[in-house]
Every structure is written in C-alpha cells, then in structure tokens.
C-alpha cells in the first residue's frame, strides 16, 4: 500500500518572493493536510547532508549554496498517496518542463530555484521528516501523532 505522508521544502525563492500563502494554498487546494510545519534557515552541514545523495553531481555546492541563501518552511503533509500526488502538484523538477497549473510552472524561475522539494519516495519521506520533526511535533486529523518513524541506530 502507498504511503499517505509526504515531505516538503518551500525553498528560500519561495519565501524571498513572498509565496509562502499561495503555495500553502496550491497544497490544501490539492488535498493535502499539514500534519507539522516550521519556519527555519539550514545550516551548511545540513543542506549538505539533506541532499548527500546528490554530492557527487556538478550542481551540489550551488545547490547547497542555493538551500542556505535564505529562510525555509518546511512541512510533512497528508494525503492518500501522498508522495506521487505531491509530485504530481509540483511539476518538473525544471519549471520550463513543468505542466501548466503546477506549482513549480507558477511559481518558479529556474531548476536550481524551483520553489519546492517534493519527497521522491516513501522511505525518504519519513528519512526527510525525521530530519526537521521530533514525532511529537507532528499531528494528524484527531491530533495524535502521525508518523512511525525507524528505530534510531
Ligand atoms: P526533485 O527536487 O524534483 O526531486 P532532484 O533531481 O532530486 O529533483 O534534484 C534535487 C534538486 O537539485 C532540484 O530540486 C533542483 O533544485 C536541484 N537540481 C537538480 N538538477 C539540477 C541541475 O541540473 N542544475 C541545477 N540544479 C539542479
């Protein structure tokens, strides 16, 4: 069974360009419950860890660079099938590919600012979760908490 929890990044273009409300409004719009939600700035050593799998790819230090410029929301999100509905929400990855409507075809300028991060699977979802929320700060329709996330090593 698909996962109904996903992870999100409005990137520091999002909250420079003052979209933080309209992108809120493109994600309850499309279904998607905010099940925890914070405004907050990554650290160097965050962003690098945060997209690790991307460090060997020509655009990392921009990319961090990029992550780091400025402030972020980020947010775990509800939905039925929420991963590949939220890719679905936010378009291409490069917002000139991106279907019109989509948040990125509205909101972004280029591939390296493109508005939001979307989680890419259901195993990340929960990875990148864990990474800005306790389980506690994280709530459900009936405000108990959401995520089961795994065992700590
Ligand atoms: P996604 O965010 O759509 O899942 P990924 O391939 O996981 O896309 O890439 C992560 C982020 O790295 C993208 O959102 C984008 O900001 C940046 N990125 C990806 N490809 C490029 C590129 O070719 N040039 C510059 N930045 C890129």
Redesign the pocket.
Known sequence: MKGNITFTILKPDAVKNQNIGNILADINAGGFRIVGMKYTRLRREEAEAF?GI?RERP?FK??VDFMTSGPIVVAVLEKENAVEEFRTLIGN?DPQKADEGTIRAKYAKS??A?AV??S?SDENARLESSFFFAQSELFTEEGGVQISYPQQV
Do not use: A, E, Q, S
Request: glycine residues 8%; charged residues 25%; negative net charge.
């Open positions: 997209y991307h655009f921009d990319l990855t591939i390296d493109n991060h979307g890419d």
